[in-house]
C-alpha cells in the first residue's frame, strides 16, 4: 500500500514563495520516482517537476527557473518562487512504484494574486 500526504499549498501574492512537500508511506513496494502535476480550470493536468531516483529532474518550461524540486528518501519538495497568477492551480504529488504502480495525493491548492 502507499499513501501520500501533501502539505504546502495556500495564497500568496504574484512574487511570493511556496515550498511544496509530500511524503510517501509504503508498504510492498519500492518508491521510484516522484513528482508534482498541476491541473488549472479549463486545462489538462500537466507535468510540473518530477525527480527520480537517480537525481535525473525535468521541469515544464513555464516553471524553469523558478521551482525546484528535491528528493529525500519518500519526501518530495517542490520549492517555487516568483509565483505568478498563472501558477494557480491544484497541485497534485504523483509516485511511481517498483514494482509499476502509479499513485496520487489528494491535491493541494495554489492561489497566486496579483
Known amino acids: 500500500q502507499v499513501q501520500l500526504v501533501e502539505s504546502g499549498g495556500g495564497l500568496v501574492q504574484a512574487g511570493g514563495s511556496l515550498r511544496l512537500s509530500c511524503t510517501a508511506s509504503?508498504?510492498?513496494?519500492?518508491?521510484?520516482?516522484m513528482g508534482w502535476y498541476r491541473q488549472a480550470p479549463g486545462k489538462q493536468r500537466e507535468l510540473v517537476a518530477s525527480i527520480t531516483n537517480n537525481g535525473v529532474t525535468n521541469y515544464a518550461d513555464s516553471v524553469k527557473g523558478r521551482f525546484t524540486v528535491s528528493r529525500d528518501k519518500n519526501t518530495v519538495h517542490l520549492q517555487m518562487n516568483g509565483l505568478k497568477p498563472e501558477d494557480t492551480a491544484v497541485y497534485s504529488c504523483?509516485?511511481?512504484?517498483?514494482?509499476?504502480?502509479?499513485?496520487w495525493g489528494q491535491g493541494t491548492q495554489v492561489t497566486v494574486s496579483s
Open positions: 504523483n509516485v511511481y512504484t517498483i514494482p509499476a504502480r502509479n499513485y
Open positions: 509504503v508498504t510492498g513496494f519500492r518508491v521510484n520516482a
